[in-house]
């Protein structure tokens, strides 16, 4: 199912960005995308990272995926 249609990912790829690490709504779209451009698929990122964490992690903070990190240690 699409979740963005401004940037045409799906909520595989959203899954697959927040078990690759991805941690919060802006460290998905850093790894997908950049940055939203409407912001309607806002809370369905928001909602899938909340899933996700009562699912794996408690509630827990993960570590940066890769692309992140690396976008992090270049700013
Ligand atoms: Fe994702 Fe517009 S639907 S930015």
Do not use: W
Request: charged fraction near 20%.
């Amino acid at each position: 199912m699409y979740v963005c249609l401004c940037h045409g990912f799906t909520d595989r790829d959203v899954r697959g960005a927040i078990s690759g690490g991805c941690h919060s709504v802006a460290a998905v779209y850093r790894h997908l995308a950049d940055r939203p451009q409407c912001g309607k698929c806002v809370p369905e990122v928001r909602g899938m990272l909340s899933e996700q964490r009562r699912a794996n992690h408690g509630g827990g903070a993960c570590a940066p995926c890769a692309s992140v990190a690396q976008a992090e240690s270049q700013a």
